[in-house]
Nanobody, 119 residues
Framework: QVQLVESGGGLVQPGGSLRLSCAAS????????MAWYRQAPGKQRELVAS?????NYAEFVKGRFTISRDNAKNTVYLQMNSLKPEDTAVYYC???????????????WGQGTQVTVSS
């Protein structure tokens, strides 16, 4: 089994910063792709940023958020700066990985971590 565990969410004032972490554990042969999504109340889940050998960002976070990855720790990070109230959402980690040699690529999700930006 594979688990993704997020941490680092919380309450922050507008203009502040938070750093999210997501650690993958369990039966993992290799991780191909990791990403952060978010879902605000009443809205669909949307991609925030993703990383393979390169990074990709949603327009609404470019220049403010940075995604990075520690392959040795099977961990992905999301550094969020200049936070705005509209960034308030549950942030989910996603990983596309091979659980063992010869397996098909499979997608896993974390349980989510709440980020609230409010004064």
């Amino acid at each position: 089994q594979v688990q993704l565990v997020e941490s680092g969410g919380g309450l922050v004032q507008p203009g502040g910063s938070l750093r999210l972490s997501c650690a993958a554990s369990g039966s993992i042969f290799s991780i191909y792709h990791m990403a952060w999504y978010r879902q605000a109340p009443g809205k669909q889940r949307e991609l925030v940023a993703s990383i393979t050998r390169s990074t990709n960002y949603a327009e609404f976070v470019k220049g403010r958020f940075t995604i990075s990855r520690d392959n040795a720790k099977n961990t992905v990070y999301l550094q969020m700066n200049s936070l705005k109230p509209e960034d308030t959402a549950v942030y989910y980690c996603n990983a596309d990985l091979y659980p063992f040699l010869g397996a098909r690529l499979q997608s896993y999700w974390g349980q989510g971590t709440q980020v609230t930006v409010s004064s």
